[in-house]
């Protein structure tokens, strides 16, 4: 009993300390990705995505020669995925704040639906990499693929200006 004493006082004093503390531990800023490192990547992926995702793989050169031929045909359609973004996000800053509700409703449609023939798309794409270059390379693939495409929609989201 004399030992539980000094524990029910101490635990409120400990209750209080950790709750003092809670918001300087969530107030310390998350890191972030180093920005000349992001800028460099996408250098690259601008000259030569395939050598990008190729680099964060590790094939042989069987796998590679096989990785190849499936990555050139999902290329092609992820690259007309990506122009028909292209061409939603031109015309929406084009049109900036003088949409109509019909305007605005076909937008949205067509924003949800070109995020899911990109979701569709690495599904369609995923077995066959699987088929080519095994699970664990074919999910490294999905890894680098999906901060592929991330990045791209963080560009893509800069170009619009947010309200402030």
């Not at 680099?55 to 096989?66: G, M, R, S, Y």
């Not at 929406?92 to 949800?112: F, I, M, R, Y």
């Not at 690495?122 to 270059?133: E, G, S």
């Amino acid at each position: 009993m004399l030992v539980r004493k000094p524990l029910l006082r101490t635990l409120p004093l400990l209750g209080l300390a950790l709750s003092l503390s809670l918001p300087t531990l969530a107030a310390e800023p998350t890191p972030g990705p180093d920005v000349g490192r992001v800028q460099a990547v996408r250098e690259k992926l601008r000259t030569d995505r395939k050598a990008v995702v190729l680099h964060n793989l590790k094939l042989d050169a069987a796998q590679t020669a096989k990785f190849s031929v499936v990555y050139e045909a999902y290329a092609k359609e992820a690259g007309e995925l990506a122009r028909q973004r292209t061409r939603m996000v031109v015309e929406s800053v084009n049109q900036g704040d003088k949409l109509t509700g019909a305007q605005a409703k076909q937008a949205s449609k067509d924003s949800l639906a070109l995020a899911e023939a990109e979701l569709k798309l690495l599904r369609k794409y995923h077995p066959k990499m699987v088929k080519a270059i095994g699970q664990e390379e074919a999910n490294r693939f999905l890894e680098v693929e999906t901060k592929i495409l991330a990045l791209n929609h963080y560009d893509i989201a800069w170009t619009s200006p947010l309200s402030e």
